[in-house]
C-alpha cells in the first residue's frame, strides 16, 4: 500500500485536483515560454507590449525556465531509482 492510497478519499480526489491544476498552468507558463523563445510579441493589459529584443532578461527566463527542469528533473529521478 502507499502513502497515497492510505489516504482517505476526499484527501485523495482534493490531492489529484491539486496536482491537475497545477500541471495545467504549468502547461500553460511553458506555452508562453515557448512563445518567448520564438520571439513572439507579448501583449500587456495596458496595451503595451514586450519583445525579448527589448528585454533581454524574459529570454534569458525562457530558456532556463524551458531547458534547465526537465534536465534536472530526470536528474533527480534516477538518484532516487
Known amino acids: 500500500m502507499t502513502v497515497v492510497q492510505s489516504l482517505p478519499l476526499a484527501a485523495q ?9 497545477i500541471g495545467l498552468f504549468a502547461l500553460l507558463v511553458f506555452g508562453w515560454q515557448v512563445n518567448i523563445l520564438r520571439g513572439k510579441v507579448m ?23 524551458v531547458f534547465l527542469p526537465v534536465p534536472l528533473v530526470s536528474l533527480a529521478s534516477c538518484s532516487y531509482s
Open 13 to 21: 480526489a482534493s490531492l489529484y485536483l491539486l496536482l491537475i491544476l
Open 43 to 65: 501583449k500587456n493589459p495596458d496595451g503595451s507590449t514586450d519583445d525579448w529584443h527589448e528585454q533581454k532578461t524574459h529570454y534569458g527566463i525562457a530558456v532556463a525556465d
